[in-house]
């Protein structure tokens, strides 16, 4: 048993996040955002960044996906046992919620650099004997429940991870880092601090200006219908009357709706987005705050598999300890770079041979796409017209297609994707091998980014805020074939690191347009390119890696949060 008394109290930044990816298996991710923060604390620690990390334990996960034969989902809990992988604390908050007293505890996993230095995380939970049995409940499930259930649960993750923090002795805090705005109630808590919480409703403009200057704000979606809102009525119910009056002075209830990214937005010195292009249409969402653009990474020792990793021990030995050394690839041997390729591709192909019982060629060009199944993700867009998909595959070369990704379980259209991929694969038998793994999760991840040939991706635009799944495929030596969307805007280098499939100009409501590029690329470009002249494939594997592994990484992404948005860590970064 841990007490705070041993906890160390100079970290200056703490990072506020629904969901982080520690490793693959604690289920305390759903995706993307998930991962993204535990890479970039995994960065934090190889830089010996001063930063604390804190989310919500979540004790039966996200959930585990079943898929049937004609791709239903059925959602399992995904339990496991928080003593058996954390690190139990003695300190124990509370809050008061809906009129009730709730108890908190922390669980501590520490992340480790590669020079040594640490980064605590500490996870939230309310599972305590002395609380109400609805309230033990609220630390149990990511995204999960009614309007009530996650207004209470995001004040657990903000309000109660400030009061954590000072308890714990981490006094020294001088940047709150809300990872999207589920945490945005912590700033109602460090105003509380401030003026006291019976005052809130008499905050002035330096009051509010005193905890915008401690606060940034990472923005992680272009569509205003996913900001998380509650009705005003359901806030004072849960936070309380003297807490909720503060929102009357800060705008932040248009239409007497408490909207969380507003919040986040009228208390954050320094606002984000995730590429550059998303800062831009951040700006146009958000016309009176400034908005900035940091693009997203991947960690690279995470994401890069083991043959990978070996070939660059060899050839660029201090790529670990800086990222940007990847650049040097451009002079490693082809046929390295396919030995790697081919090692990465048949662990990949055992995996899935165990897991489904697909067996795939290890010599056709295998196309990976792995996302959340969303409706804007168009899985489906592939699928637009079978006949041509296979004339391509029997007059110009073979390829076989690996899917993977969960649908929200409330997410209707998102089910129904999954299904129409299913139904496709069914079209397809004998000329198309297609199969969709189930339950999806950051273990497949690396396997699929290492050992597909060609990584897909099909947003409707303008909906990708960044996506980092092609950024793990790079580090790899896989190029994209995708949208020109998100971080791909910045990291497409035509023919060099992958294709593009449409244009910036094509009206973004032109499905089969892009389709068709889609299907001319692989058609006329990728196929002939892989089967008649294997050197070429190669050189954009080697391109891929040297310009967009060397650049989309979480180092370089912590570097500039360091330089741009964290005061008082300049002086901090790279140990």
Not at 170 to 185: C, K, P, Q, R, V
Not at 210 to 219: A, D, G, L, M, N
Not at 473 to 479: D, H, K, R, S
Request: proline content about 5%; charged content about 20%.
């Amino acid at each position: 048993m841990t007490d705070s008394s041993s906890l160390p109290n100079e970290r200056r930044v703490a990072y506020f996040s629904m969901e982080i990816a520690l490793r693959p298996d604690l289920p305390t991710y759903s995706g993307g955002l998930g991962v993204l923060a535990g890479d970039m604390l995994r960065s934090a620690a190889d830089l010996a960044v001063p930063i604390v990390g804190v989310t919500l334990v979540y004790r039966k996960g996200y959930f585990r996906q079943r898929l049937d034969a004609q791709g239903n989902q059925q959602e399992e809990p995904a339990i496991w046992k928080p003593e058996e992988v954390l690190e139990p604390l003695t300190t124990v908050i509370w809050l008061e919620l809906a009129g009730r007293r709730v108890q908190i505890r922390a669980w501590r996993y520490t992340l480790t650099g590669i020079a040594g230095a640490t980064v605590p995380v500490y996870l939230l939970d309310t599972d305590l004997p002395e609380n109400d049995p609805a309230d033990r409940e609220l630390t149990d499930y990511l995204y999960g429940g009614d309007q009530p259930y996650r207004l209470r649960q995001e004040a657990v993750l903000g309000m109660g991870g400030v009061k954590i923090l000072n308890s714990l002795g981490h006094t020294s805090i001088e940047n709150y880092h809300l990872n999207e705005g589920h945490s945005a109630l912590l700033t109602l808590a460090l105003l509380e601090q401030r003026i006291g919480s019976s005052r809130l409703g008499t905050a002035s403009e330096a009051d509010i200006e005193s905890v915008r200057q401690r606060c940034v704000f990472t923005t992680h979606t272009p569509v205003p219908a996913a900001f998380d809102k509650f009705p005003r009525e359901l806030v004072n119910q849960v936070i309380g009357a003297d807490r909720a009056a503060v929102l009357d002075v800060t705008a932040c209830c248009p239409d007497n709706t408490l909207n969380m990214t507003y919040l986040a937005l009228r208390f954050s010195r320094y606002i984000n987005g995730v590429a550059m292009h998303h800062g831009e249409v951040s700006r146009g969402l958000f016309p009176n705050y400034p908005v900035r653009a940091i693009t997203n990474g991947v960690h690279a020792v995470t994401w890069a598999a083991p043959k990978f990793q070996e070939l660059y021990d060899r050839h660029v030995p201090e790529w670990r300890k800086d990222n940007l050394y990847l650049r040097y690839v451009v002079g490693v041997p082809l046929e390295e770079i396919r030995e790697a390729h081919a090692g990465a591709k048949l662990a990949l192909l055992a995996e899935l041979k165990q897991a489904t019982g697909a067996e795939f060629d290890p010599s056709i060009l295998t196309i990976a796409f792995a996302r959340r199944a969303a409706a804007y993700k168009r899985a489906d867009l592939l699928f637009t017209d079978l006949e041509r998909l296979k004339s391509i595959a029997g007059h110009v070369g073979p390829f076989q297609v690996i899917f993977g990704g969960k649908a929200h379980p409330h997410d209707n259209e998102g089910k129904e994707m999954i299904r129409g991929v299913f139904r496709a694969a069914q079209s397809l038998a004998g000329n198309v091998k297609v199969v969709y793994i189930p339950d999806y999760d950051m273990r497949w991840a690396q396997l699929m980014t290492s050992g597909a040939d060609l990584w897909l991706n099909t947003p409707h635009r303008p909906f990708e805020a960044s996506g980092t799944s092609g950024m793990k495929a790079a580090l790899n030596g896989v190029p994209s074939l995708s949208i020109l969307d998100g971080w791909w805007i910045e990291g497409c280098v035509e023919g060099s690191t992958g294709w593009a499939i449409g244009k910036e100009e094509d009206l973004p409501e032109d499905h089969g347009v892009e389709a068709a590029s889609l299907y001319d690329k692989l058609e006329k470009v990728i196929l002939p390119l892989f089967y008649r002249r294997p050197d070429g494939f190669a050189e954009v594997m080697r391109y891929t890696i040297a310009l967009n592994g060397s650049f989309f990484n979480t180092e370089r992404m912590m570097d500039q949060y360091l330089s741009n948005a964290y005061t008082g860590c300049a002086n901090h970064s790279r140990g």
